[in-house]
């Protein structure tokens, strides 16, 4: 008889094994990366479309989703709503992307559905479709809409994983609020090489009937989206300042993660959602690997941050702590644009340890080439780690306990030594991903 742990780590095996079904690359091209929903849409016929009996919050942007998002589902969870809320990448283990109120999705639940409808289905799927069968993050996302259908929940909030348009969440009917934080510069060689661009791509959430929100400050792209809201028949709300009626608390103290704070505040507002203790929720509020000090003495804090925008806000958060010397334990995926960021970082550290990550479906950057370009930037002592556990190991022995370790460039890094502190065995015994 297995146990528990061992049924789940079976169920994630098979859901990350569907990765080698051979299929096209659809990302690059926007008509081509329409059959994500085709063949999502598809998917969710079979399984009695749940999308259907759900009331949606939509969120989308280049940075800031995460911290909406879990804003928004603890404050409507205060509120004595019941909400489920799907977010994309996990930091430690796959079911921290399924969240009902305070508490993960259980092993069991997720085993159940995955044996009673995902597999079925996607054996049905083969002999009554021409179109791929989905892949593993609408698989996910299949799992979470039965999952909140189940659990009957009164709202559900979809963080989209890349782009809007032809992001899988965008298979759902119009929601009642959609939302975009912001543009920047990700994903180009996807959603386009301007701001413009990709602002039309996230743009796609936008659908009739909606109320939409952004914290977006850039005019041209606001424009963009009050002639897709007039297109679409959907309400654009601008944003007031009601942030300043509230503490910013130790999360939300940097203007980015501020602006975020101000964004779920109107969208409260516009759901018309009370909540009796605000303050408290914002004073508590932490969100796992985004700025999470994780250690005292030396102090460690580890941050998912990627790209120029979230890096920009993580070297805001590093100014306002107190330490000596600053150790930084980086890693980046190929495929980002994480020089400009690391021009701004670098100037602050005092130790550098170079090191990569394991997840095996996204190629980590050449360490050669990121100790070449760091060298360039600024000469600081540098190590070179292909076993992340062996950097963090030696930032620990080095470190003084006035001093501050930063761990970045990758959520999957700061994830994966995440379990230094917080195991995968601990999370799924208590269904938090919190300490």
């Not at 690059?28 to 009331?55: A, D, M, T, W, Y």
């Not at 593993?136 to 299949?142: G, M, R, V």
């Not at 606001?222 to 910013?248: G, H, V, W």
Request: proline share 3%; charged share 25%; aromatic share 8%.
């Amino acid at each position: 008889m297995k146990t528990i742990l061992e049924t789940y780590h079976q169920d994630i095996a098979w859901l990350e094994g569907l990765n080698n079904i051979p299929r096209k690359n659809y990302m690059l091209g926007p008509s081509s990366r329409s059959i994500f929903i085709q063949r999502l849409q598809n998917f969710l016929n079979l399984l009695g479309n749940p999308e259907k009996k759900l009331k949606f919050i939509h969120v989308t942007g280049t940075a800031g989703k995460g911290s909406t998002v879990n804003l928004l589902h603890d404050l409507i969870f205060a509120s004595g709503k019941k909400v489920g809320s799907y977010t994309s990448p996990f930091a430690t283990t796959t079911i921290e992307k399924f969240r009902v109120n305070n508490e993960l999705i259980s092993p069991q639940i997720f085993h159940q559905i995955l044996e009673e409808k995902i597999k079925p289905a996607l054996d049905q799927y083969i002999l009554k479709y021409k179109t791929e069968t989905p892949s593993y993050f609408e698989l996910c996302l299949s799992i979470a809409l039965l999952y909140f259908k189940k659990e009957k929940c009164d709202l559900v909030i979809l963080e989209a994983g890349l782009g809007g348009l032809h992001d899988a969440t965008n298979v759902i009917p119009p929601p009642i609020v959609s939302t975009i934080t912001n543009i920047g510069l990700d994903h180009t060689e996807i959603l386009g090489k301007t701001k413009e661009a990709i602002a039309n791509d996230k743009a796609g959430i936008i659908k009739k009937g909606s109320i939409f929100l952004t914290s977006e400050k850039n005019q041209k792209l606001i424009q963009i989206f009050k002639e897709r809201c007039a297109e679409k028949k959907a309400k654009f709300i601008a944003l007031k300042n009601l942030s300043q009626n509230y503490s910013e608390g130790k999360y939300f103290a940097t203007k980015q993660q501020n602006t975020n704070l101000n964004l779920v505040l109107n969208i409260l507002e516009v759901l018309k959602i009370k909540v009796d203790n605000i303050q408290k929720v914002i004073n508590n509020f932490q969100l796992i690997c985004r700025q999470e000090i994780i250690q005292d003495k030396p102090q460690v804090i580890l941050d998912g941050a990627h790209n120029a925008d979230k890096l920009g806000n993580l070297i805001d958060f590093i100014k306002k702590q107190k330490y000596q010397k600053l150790h930084l334990i980086f890693a980046a995926a190929e495929d980002k644009h994480y020089l400009g960021a690391l021009k701004k970082l670098l100037p602050e550290v005092d130790y550098l340890y170079l090191t990569r990550f394991n997840n095996p479906f996204r190629k980590s950057a050449s360490l050669k080439t990121l100790f070449t370009q760091c060298q360039k930037i600024k000469k600081i002592p540098s190590q070179v780690f292909h076993d992340s556990e062996m950097a963090l190991s030696s930032a620990l022995k080095k470190a003084k306990k006035n001093d501050l370790i930063v761990i970045c460039g990758s959520f999957f890094l700061a994830g994966l030594l995440r379990k230094n502190w917080l195991s995968e065995e601990e999370i799924i015994k208590n269904l938090s991903s919190t300490k």
